[in-house]
């Protein structure tokens, strides 16, 4: 039944190869990795090769699953998560400066990992009915609950990385579960322009604001909403936009510099800047074609911190170069374009759902993940799918992929 | 669950469409970044990881030895232990810190908050315990496994195997300073924080001594810790060179025989050189240092005793100081007037213990008299009187001729730093700060009091002319030194005949009979320069051997007049006792039999 189940001729073969492609490199580069100074033990590649066994087990477990037992078990893995993430507030264990971990007798397990797959379930369940359609802003709100007391808890922790995957991918599975792109834009317009205002963050400035400004303009002029409708998205805009900086300049210069830290540490030198500075150069030193497989001198002098796990992109850099960079993200798009490929021509609405928003959620994990390396994002700590060592990220990445390959086999049912 | 499509199938197809193109243009961004490091900036990246694993470090040049005349060391190279934090190593460093307070048994939390503090000013390894003792330094080498982040330097250090001997002439040394590294540090070749000369040769002979660092490329990783070379190429060095030895004029024997006979309580100074050539035999200072405190961690105690001290042992009395030469000066007065036409034989109104001028008596020592006394008798028993009329008839002019040609008033011109030039008051000298000068003046200048100041060093020198007749050598420490030689062409040897007899009367019938050393013969003056600040000093100027003088020395020993007042001739004939040791002469034998 397993065989059967794996060569369904609706299995998503490239799907399945493009991830133990990308596993694979995983492993050469934790290997790599850890032929470092700095490294504890170098025998983490073994460990990276058997998380890629049990990765494949789960991702096998999840398939044979029946489409009607997760359907029916959404809310109730949604109920457990948000339990647990709540006891990671009160006895969770610490790791990296914040609470993350939940001690289970010898694992450590880290819910939050685990709680973008329950939402993701629950979103999909609760928006599959026809009447909880987000047709209206309105009708947002209920899908948006979903998300926030999750993202509060994470953000408690603090979890900045976590909490911005949580918030993005209610955006596209909003959007494919009807909201209409103008809705979309206009929900997404206040946090844009808070961020375009935000004298804290790299390269935005009061000029970004006003730019962004202009185009809100030009769309609400386009939107043929009623008058006092526009004075309010326009007001609720510039509300976001000035009340950020002014809230940001009426803290206490240590609270400034917490966020600002906390936010952009490439403020601080000597921490994570340190870091940014020198994963930005092992990708740079790598060139077109990289320094060969096991020659990345400048990660192995030990140079990048956590270099097999959140880092393990910069020695893709240093080691395949321009090459290998680009083909691992043409490789992720690839995954994603194949998830979308799926959703689309899924009949049910809670797989379709479900799809987009692992789908979604891979993208957020990659150019979060790729970007705090190539120095455009804030060192936020997530894991790049596949490639990172790692327990839990691994585990959850794991039952997503087995999620979709799922639903891809289960298409034309229900 | 909710079975059917709920969306028709155009709109699904556009969304997907939109959805898409927002996941190419996300990762474009990211595509365009990775072009823009790895290949429009690959180059400049690659050069900062290659500079980032190699690291230049600094060989110090090994400095050059100071040696005496016979080769006995007076300063060489030793290894300076020192344990150091580095910073990289964050948190493990203050745990590594608690467990070494624990080893070697000392507080821990103040250890691991000054560890605290290190990690968070800087970013590469600094100096938890500079030069630690070898206890420490074996400790932690030992248990190097266990405390990660605390590591330990070997360094040259500067040390003097005899201590406080000879410590004004060798000198010490002392970190190069901030400032000082700005300014000239790094164009001759220091390195930040490196030692270099601050007093005595060891500052004049800085170049000489120095050499050139070297320099190595070390592959280093973050953690500064030095990596094995993949590429034997990458690791070129460039050797230091090491800086020269010094050899002294020093005796180290007849300057510690000194030293030992004055004791370190006493202030006082002694130079002894060979007045044929100029070199220095002994050149001592006291109270004296150890200039190896310099170059240790130096304690509140110790810098007390240095800086806060009243007797000031940095001071080099021997050149700094000037003291009033007192009777040692009558040389001087008898040299001018025998070059103004008296003679050995010349007499004056016998002395009756004071002689009287414009009313006012001027005092001999002897309150009863000396009766009459020629030139050499007069210098033999020190007679004031005799002196008093001999400079009167002479005139400040003949005497200050004779002054300047014996090289007082100007600076000797021995190789080290510091040296002053003393006062031979001179008529121009009188006009610009008394405005007017009496012949009274006079009287007081013939005996050496009054306005004369001199240095230990031109007083030997001084008596070293005497005793060659008439050969006026430099001063000089370092053996190699070239000096000038010249000879005194205003006084004639027979004149200096003269005055050396009368010398060795001094020692046979006058002032100093207890210098007589079964033998030999030793020509002396002694002096008492009169202090306005308490009790006088004790001054003694001879040469030896009589017949064929080849030491010539002058002792100020301060504040002894009643105390001791043979200090300084004791400590002289100590001096030559120690120095007919190794240095026999058969003339002064031939001269006694």
């Known amino acids: 039944m397993i065989l059967a189940r794996i060569f369904d001729r609706n299995m998503e073969r490239g799907l399945v190869w493009a ?3 990308l596993m694979l490199i995983g492993v050469l580069m934790v290997h790599s990795a850890s032929q470092g100074e700095n490294m504890a033990s170098s025998d983490y590649w073994v460990k990276q090769a058997l998380w890629m066994v049990i990765s494949i087990t789960v991702a096998m477990g999840i398939i044979l699953v029946p489409v009607k037992y997760i359907y029916a078990l959404s809310y109730v893995f949604y109920g457990v998560m948000f339990v647990l993430l709540l006891l990671v507030e009160i006895v969770g264990t610490t790791g990296g400066g ?21 939402i993701i379930l629950a979103l999909a369940r609760y928006m599959s009915f026809k009447k909880n359609r987000p047709t209206s802003y309105v009708k947002v709100i209920v899908p948006g609950l979903f998300i926030l007391f999750p993202l509060l808890l994470v953000l408690k922790q603090p979890d ?7 918030c993005a991918l209610l955006f596209p599975m909003i959007y494919w579960a009807g909201l209409d792109s103008r809705r979309l834009f206009f929900l997404v317009a206040p946090i844009l322009s808070a961020v375009f205002a935000a004298p804290f963050l790299p390269w935005f400035n009061w000029f970004t604001w006003v730019c962004f400004m202009f185009l809100i303009l030009g769309v609400l002029y386009y939107s043929r909403y009623s008058l006092p409708a526009m004075g309010a998205i326009l007001g609720t805009n510039i509300l976001a936009g000035i009340a950020t900086p002014i809230a940001f300049g009426r803290l206490k210069s240590y609270q400034q510099e917490r966020i600002t830290t906390f936010i952009n540490p490439e403020a601080d030198p000597l921490g994570a800047g340190y870091q940014i500075l020198n994963s930005k150069v092992a990708v740079g030193s790598g060139g077109i074609l990289g320094k060969g497989v096991g020659k990345g001198t400048y990660t192995e002098m030990g140079f990048l911190p956590k270099a097999h796990t959140d880092f393990i992109f910069s020695i893709v850099g240093e080691e395949l170069g321009f090459i290998g960079t680009v083909a691992v993200i043409c490789l992720f798009l690839y995954i994603i374009y194949r998830g979308i490929m799926v959703a689309t021509s899924i009949r049910n609405q809670f797989m379709s759902l479900a799809v987009v928003g692992i789908c979604g959620v891979f993208l957020f994990h990659v150019y979060i993940n790729v970007g705090m390396v190539l120095g455009l994002m804030p060192v936020t700590g997530k894991s790049l799918p596949f490639l990172s060592y790692g327990g839990s990220s691994v585990l959850a990445n794991a039952m997503m992929v087995g999620l979709l390959l799922n639903f891809s086999v289960n298409r034309h049912d229900f | 669950m909710p079975f059917g499509n709920s969306s028709e199938s155009g709109d699904r197809q556009r969304r997907a469409w939109a959805l898409l193109c927002f996941s190419g243009a996300l990762l474009l961004v990211l595509v365009l970044r990775l072009f823009q490091l790895q290949i429009l900036h690959g180059r400049d990246y690659l050069l900062i990881a290659e500079l980032t694993r190699l690291k230049r470090v600094i060989i110090e040049a090994p400095r050059g030895s100071i040696l005496d005349r016979n080769g006995e060391i007076l300063a060489e190279n030793g290894l300076s232990y020192s344990i150091t934090v580095d910073p990289h190593d964050g948190v493990q460093a203050e745990q590594s810190a608690t467990r070494l307070a624990s080893i070697v048994g000392m507080p821990a939390d103040e250890l691991s908050e000054r560890v605290r503090e290190i990690r968070k000013r800087n970013r590469s390894p600094v100096k938890l315990f500079k030069d630690a003792d070898f206890r420490l330094f074996s400790i932690v080498e030992e248990h190097r496994s266990e405390l990660p982040g605390i590591g330990s330097v070997i360094e040259q250090r500067r ?34 924080g490196q030692y270099t000369g ?51 004029t020093i005796d180290l024997r007849l300057q510690a025989a000194v030293e030992e006979a004055l004791g370190d309580t006493v202030c006082a100074a002694l130079v002894a050189l060979d007045p044929r050539n100029g070199e220095v035999l002994a050149l001592v200072s006291k109270p004296s240092f150890d200039p190896n405190v310099f170059t240790h961690v130096m304690t509140t105690a110790q810098f007390d005793s240095l800086f806060r001290n009243p007797q000031k042992p940095l001071f080099n009395r021997a050149i700094q100081a000037t003291y009033p030469p007192g009777s040692t000066f009558k040389m001087l007065t008898a040299l001018a007037g025998l070059e103004s036409g008296f003679t050995e034989s010349s007499r004056f109104n016998s002395c009756g213990g004071a002689y009287y001028f414009g009313g006012r008596p001027f005092r001999c020592w002897k309150s009863d008299g000396h009766g009459s006394l020629d030139l050499t008798g007069a210098l033999a028993q020190s007679c004031n009187v005799y002196f008093y009329q001999l400079g009167r008839s002479v005139g400040l002019e003949n005497w200050q001729k004779a002054g300047l040609a014996l090289g007082f008033g100007q600076p000797t011109g021995i190789d080290l730093i510091g040296e002053v030039a003393g006062r031979l008051p001179t008529t121009e000298y009188y006009k610009n700060t008394h405005r007017y000068y009496s012949p009274g003046m006079m009287l007081n200048l013939a005996i050496g009091q009054g306005e004369n100041d001199a240095t230990i060093l031109q007083l030997a020198r001084y008596v070293g002319i005497i005793a060659t007749e008439g050969i006026k050598a430099t001063p000089h420490l370092v053996k190699d030194h070239l000096s000038p030689v010249e000879r005194v062409t205003d006084i004639s040897p027979a004149s200096f005949e003269v005055v050396k007899r009368g010398m060795l009367k001094v020692t046979t019938e006058g002032t100093a009979r207890s210098m007589q050393i079964p033998g030999h013969l030793i020509a002396a003056k002694t002096g008492t320069a009169q202090n306005p600040h308490g009790e006088a000093h004790k001054l003694l100027v001879a040469f030896a051997p009589y017949g064929n003088p080849s030491i010539a020395v002058a002792c100020v020993v301060e504040n002894t007049e009643k105390k001791n007042a043979r200090a300084a001739i004791d400590v002289v004939k100590r001096l030559f006792e120690e120095y007919f040791k190794y240095y026999p002469d058969t003339s002064t034998v031939a001269v006694v039999q």
Not at chain 2, 183 to 192: A, H, K, W
Not at chain 2, 199 to 221: D, P, S, T, V
Request: glycine share 12%; net charge neutral; hydrophobic share 30%.
């Open chain 1, 98 to 118: 914040s609470e993350r971990w939940l001690a289970l007798g010898p694992v450590r397990v880290q819910p939050s990992e685990f709680m973008k797959v329950a």
């Open chain 1, 160 to 166: 900045l990385g976590t909490s911005m995957i949580f």
């Open chain 2, 198 to 248: 601050r007093g005595g040769l060891e500052r004049l002979y800085e170049h000489w001594l120095k050499g050139k660092n070297g320099a190595k490329f070390q592959m280093k990783n973050y953690l500064n810790r030095v990596m094995e070379a993949q590429n034997p190429e990458d690791i070129k060095s460039d050797p230091p060179e090491p800086g020269n030895s010094l050899q002294l």
């Open chain 1, 19 to 21: 991830v133990i492609f």
């Open chain 2, 159 to 192: 040390s003097y195997p005899n201590g406080r001997t000879g410590s004004h002439v060798v000198g010490y040394m002392g970190e190069l300073t901030q400032e000082e590294f700005g300014q000239y540090g790094r164009e001759r070749g220091y390195y930040y």
